[in-house]
């Protein structure tokens, strides 16, 4: 990508940001108790990033207290300007600091941080070693580093034919090989101990937790769940049979007078995220 192409992307939110911010919203709570689980004492100095649109800012200065500091650091300008909007709103914005920064090539110094977060960013950016490898440098000795990320097979249950969606996930798998070398990052969660460990990284945890959402959905369920299904016809609709298509056609939208899956009134759902932490020695 260009350097003017990268600075267009810079200034604009990603396509995926509605869905994002979505989610931040309707898992707030179980996104808290994850944060909340997180080794950060009084005073520490935590780094963010990619930071997004600032979901975790305010839950670390509040853990982090008056003597602590906390770094967001994204690429995108857009985004720094959402998170600044909702870092402004908390009581701890003064703890609070937004930084331009592209990874892997963050601007602070070694072991500048008691603890660096990642969340859902390792399968998007280009070399998951490479990130680790930075993230680590950037945390003191003794420090931590704390990763979220979701595995693509195992990220929703959702209450779908077992024949649809084993063709789903073969078609699934399919197209990713089909799109990039690097289609392995797409299932990173369930590597996460082995990434840590091969970083050099020590005191290895990994813990699952899981999200329930059943109906009646509110919207930004609604958002969640609608983006995770239309994402998943585009990817694999061309690798789908006839009869696989219009079962995935009849689940999302509805058929005749059946309606859309997320429109009945026994629809239920959960997803899946994975939380791992591992130390600096």
Do not use: H
């Given at each position: 990508?260009?350097?003017?192409?990268?600075?267009?992307?810079?200034?604009?939110?990603?396509?995926?940001?509605?869905?994002?911010s979505a989610f931040h919203r309707a898992c707030s709570g179980p996104l808290r108790r994850i944060v909340d689980a997180l080794p950060i004492a009084p005073g520490a100095s935590?780094?963010?990033?990619?930071?997004?649109?600032?979901?975790y800012l305010s839950w670390f200065a509040e853990r982090v207290g008056p003597a602590g500091r906390v770094v967001g650091a994204d690429r995108s300008r857009a985004y720094l300007d959402t998170a600044q909007s909702s870092v402004t709103a908390s009581e701890h914005a003064a703890r609070v600091e937004l930084v331009v920064a592209e990874m892997p090539a963050l601007p602070f110094p070694d072991d500048a941080f008691d603890f660096v977060w990642c969340a859902h960013s390792l399968y998007s950016l280009?070399?998951?070693?490479?990130?680790?490898?930075?993230l680590k440098r950037v945390v003191r000795r003794g420090g931590t580093i704390g990763i979220l990320e979701n595995d693509s097979f195992h990220h929703w249950l959702l209450p779908w034919p077992v024949p649809l969606e084993m063709a789903i996930r073969r078609a699934q798998l399919l197209a990713l090989e089909g799109q990039t070398r690097a289609w392995r990052k797409h299932y990173v969660g369930r590597t996460l101990a082995s990434l840590l460990a091969d970083a050099g990284l020590v005191e290895r945890r990994v813990a699952t937790h899981t999200i329930d959402h059943a109906a009646?959905?509110?919207?930004?369920?609604?958002?969640m769940v609608t983006d995770y299904l239309t994402g998943l016809r585009t990817l694999t609709r061309d690798r789908l049979d006839a009869h696989a298509r219009a079962e995935l056609d009849a689940f999302i939208d509805g058929r005749g007078d059946e309606p859309a899956a997320i429109d009945r009134d026994d629809f239920f759902a959960a997803h899946l995220e994975i939380a791992a932490t591992a130390r600096k020695a």
């Open positions: 990508m260009a350097m003017a192409d990268v600075d267009a992307a810079a200034a604009k939110l990603p396509d995926y940001a509605p869905a994002l935590v780094l963010d990033t990619p930071c997004g649109d600032g979901a280009s070399n998951p070693t490479e990130v680790l490898g930075e009646p959905l509110d919207e930004d369920e609604r958002v």
